[in-house]
């Protein structure tokens, strides 16, 4: 499939001043920024539409850390400006803690034409989303990811929902905010353990659209985990590019947005398995890509010299290589019941984003045998 996506930015060009990559969906169209400082500068938000109150969502990690600020960055522009603050985490991402959002909507007297901002990481994010996609049967919302996993996955594109204990994010709805604002600065903040969990989603972009980025993160990789600012600009920027392409050719996953799921269906069958919070979610998927290249290594995709070197990188991003059991009697069979619940398997046949060939990546179905051996092989 083709998910090769026009490059603007020269890599180890200076991060400078905001760089702008567009999201092109009609009349859903919307810009994300990438820059330094960008979260409390008026001017970020002065295309935003009027309102009479916005209500930011946040949660108990980043609000003290942001929330203030962003605030006084919108004072001048909205009249009244509420704040909701969930618990966090990955074990929060559920039908109770939405209820937050929408209670504070409600005892606000907010109206249809409230702005919400998710202001957080992925969790926050995604739950933003669904709030934002369903009251009133739908308000307007910008993103402000503050974890690297959000600046170049889960803020942009539209997918919001929450976890269903049966399986990851199973319920909520395509819903595009009118803008993502990635102030890189957010990042110094964040974990180190968050922050490899964030380079997973940037690797996953190299083996599925782009061998020269993979190859740019490969001589990066100590860099971004440095957190230096030119590189986490560049990283950023062009997964960023990458996903507005693909989500650009197919925003509501007919076909090819599936590709971004590459290491997610082993992922998710991780997290869910482990109880959601155990694994990060970027953990999951680093160790799902290694999984997911095996397979495509038995299905003839790339050889074996391309699944160590992407094992090798994603070690080097500090990443789990090995998967864990889920089962002490058959492990392998409870990855293949967990992975039956993942939204891409049609009449409980699961299908796999494989590698077809380096740099291309698509959605096929696998023997069970061969999974098996897979798992086997990766999680002793
Ligand atoms: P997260 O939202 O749980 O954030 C990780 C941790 O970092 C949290 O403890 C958070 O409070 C903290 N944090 C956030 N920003 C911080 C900062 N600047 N400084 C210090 N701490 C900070 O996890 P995540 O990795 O950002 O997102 C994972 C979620 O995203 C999962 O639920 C996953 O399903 C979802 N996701 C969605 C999409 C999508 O397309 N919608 C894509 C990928 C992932
Ligand atoms: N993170 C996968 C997608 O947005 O489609």
Redesign the pocket.
Known sequence: MNASAPSSSRPGAAPGPTQVVAIDLADRSYPIAIGSGLLDQPLTYAGLPNASSVLIVS????AP??AQRLQAALAGKYAQIHLVILP???AY?TWQTLNLIFDALLQHTCDRKTVLFAL???????MT?FAAASYMRGVPFVQV???L??QV??S??G???I?HPLG??MVGAFYQPLQVVCDLD??????AR?LS??LA?VIKYGPIADLEFLSWIEAHIDALIARDPVALAHAVKRSCEIKAHVVGQDEREAGLRAILNFGHTFGHAIEAGMGYGQW???EAVGCGMVMAAHLSQRLGGVDAAFVQRLTALVQKAGLPVVGPRLSATDNAGRYLELMRHDKKSEGGAIRFVLIDRPGSAAVRAAPDALVREVIDACCP
């Open positions: 949660n108990t990690t980043v850390l942001y966090d985490g990955e991402k957080g990481g992925g969790v926050v994010g995604d989303g990811p503050t974890t996993l959000a996955d889960s942009v594109g997918k919001t929902a976890n990851k994010n957010t990042l110094g903040t964040l974990p968050e969990a964030g989603e990060l979610h970027g």
